[in-house]
C-alpha cells in the first residue's frame, strides 16, 4: 500500500510496440498504448465481446462489473462442469483455471522476479 492509494491495483503489461494497462478503480476500461498510432481504451459493453466470453459478461454495457461477478462467474462454470459430468481434464482454461494454466502464471511470476533482479532486463519465459 502506497499513501494515497488505498486499494489501487493496476496490472499492465509493456511491450517493444505496444503496452496494455488495467486498474481496478475502472474495471470496465482496458487501456492500449502504442508506440506509432494513437492510444486506445476499450470499453466493456456485452455486445462487442467474441461470442465465447460474452457470457462473462453477465451487466449490460454500462454496469460496471466487480470482484463478486468474477467469483459468480467461475462457481457457475465449475458447478456446471460438475453437474454436466465433465472430465476435469477436458477443460480448456475458459472455464476455470486448470493446473496447466497455474504452471503459466508461476512462470510468469517466476521471469518478474528474475527480471527484477536483473535490473529489470528483458527476461525470455521458460516453457
Same mark, same amino acid.
Given at each position: 500500500m502506497s499513501p494515497g492509494h488505498k486499494n489501487d491495483l493496476t496490472l499492465e503489461l509493456?511491450?517493444?510496440?505496444?503496452?496494455?494497462?488495467?486498474?481496478?478503480?475502472?474495471p470496465d476500461e482496458l487501456w492500449i498504448g502504442h508506440?506509432?498510432?494513437?492510444?486506445?481504451?476499450?470499453?466493456?459493453?456485452?455486445?462487442?465481446?467474441?461470442?465465447?466470453?460474452r457470457p462473462l459478461a453477465a451487466l449490460p454495457g454500462g454496469h460496471?462489473?466487480?470482484w463478486a461477478d468474477?467469483?459468480?462467474?467461475?462457481?457457475?462454470?465449475?458447478?456446471?462442469?460438475? +453437474?454436466? %459430468? @465433465? #472430465?476435469? /481434464? &477436458? +477443460?480448456? %482454461? @475458459? #472455464?476455470? /483455471? &486448470?493446473?496447466?494454466?497455474g504452471v503459466q502464471v508461476a512462470a510468469i511470476v517466476d521471469a518478474i522476479a528474475a527480471s527484477a533482479r536483473a535490473g529489470g532486463r528483458w527476461t525470455r519465459l521458460r516453457s
Open positions: 509493456c511491450g517493444a510496440e505496444a503496452s496494455v494497462r488495467w486498474q481496478q478503480e475502472r508506440r506509432d498510432q494513437p492510444n486506445q481504451t476499450c470499453v466493456k459493453d456485452p455486445a462487442l465481446l467474441d461470442p465465447s466470453v460496471a462489473e466487480a468474477a467469483f459468480r462467474n467461475l462457481m457457475r462454470n465449475i458447478l456446471t462442469f460438475v +453437474a454436466e %459430468g @465433465r #472430465d476435469p /481434464a &477436458t +477443460a480448456d %482454461g @475458459r #472455464d476455470f /483455471a &486448470t493446473f496447466a494454466t
